[in-house]
Structures are given as structure tokens and as C-alpha cells.
Nanobody, 116 residues
Framework: QVQLVESGGGLVQPGGSLRLSCAAFGFTFSGYAMSWYRQAPGKERELVATTISTGGSTKYGDSVKGRFTMSRDNAKNMVYLQMNSLKPEDTAVYYC?????????WGQGTQVAVSS
């Protein structure tokens, strides 16, 4: 019963903030690279942020650099995405992903809507 469960999405005004959480069940993700992806209606899924298993190196998509911060707590099997200065273009379903070698898992997604 391997699962990734995202939470924290919702409706927010432009310029506002949200913090997304991803909880892992059925496996210990300390050995996995963790990522956040997002997909807007009619568009392909894109990488938002990714971090290696140790959390020592984090990379961000160009569109979110300087606004989003990803972090992970391996002891708690949790990963987070702090989103600040949100824009309407950030509206999407956000997905958590865990990957190690050829094995990968996806969460069900959490909806983020940025609108005035």
C-alpha cells in the first residue's frame, strides 16, 4: 500500500501564500529523490521543484524560482512546498513524486487556484 498523499491546496488571492504537504505511506522515502510537479488544464505536466534523497540539493523550475521553496523531513516521511507571491499562472493541480532508479510513485494531486 504505497501512497503519496498531498494536502494544503485551495483558493488564494494573487500575491498570497500556500504551503503544500506530501505524506508518504508504505515506504521510507529517505532513499528517494522527491519532486513537485504541476499540471494546468490543457497543458502538460511540468516540474516545479526537485530534491535529492539527502535534501542537500534542490532545483526549481524557472517560473517559480525565488517564490517557491521545497523542503523535506526524511524522519517524518514528509515533503513540503512553500509557495509565496502566487500568481494566476500558478493555478494547477500539484503532484508529489518519489523516484529511485526505475521505481517511482505519484500522489493524487491537490488543486491550487490563484484568482482575484
Amino acid at each position: 500500500q504505497v501512497q503519496l498523499v498531498e494536502s494544503g491546496g485551495g483558493l488564494v488571492q494573487p500575491g498570497g501564500s500556500l504551503r503544500l504537504s506530501c505524506a508518504a505511506f508504505g515506504f521510507t522515502f529517505s532513499g528517494y529523490a522527491m519532486s513537485w510537479y504541476r499540471q494546468a488544464p490543457g497543458k502538460e505536466r511540468e516540474l516545479v521543484a526537485t530534491t535529492i534523497s539527502t535534501g542537500g540539493s534542490t532545483k526549481y523550475g524557472d517560473s517559480v524560482k525565488g517564490r517557491f521553496t521545497m523542503s523535506r523531513d526524511n524522519a517524518k516521511n514528509m515533503v513540503y512546498l512553500q509557495m509565496n507571491s502566487l500568481k494566476p499562472e500558478d493555478t494547477a493541480v500539484y503532484y508529489c513524486n518519489a523516484k529511485r532508479s526505475t521505481r517511482g510513485y505519484w500522489g493524487q494531486g491537490t488543486q491550487v487556484a490563484v484568482s482575484s
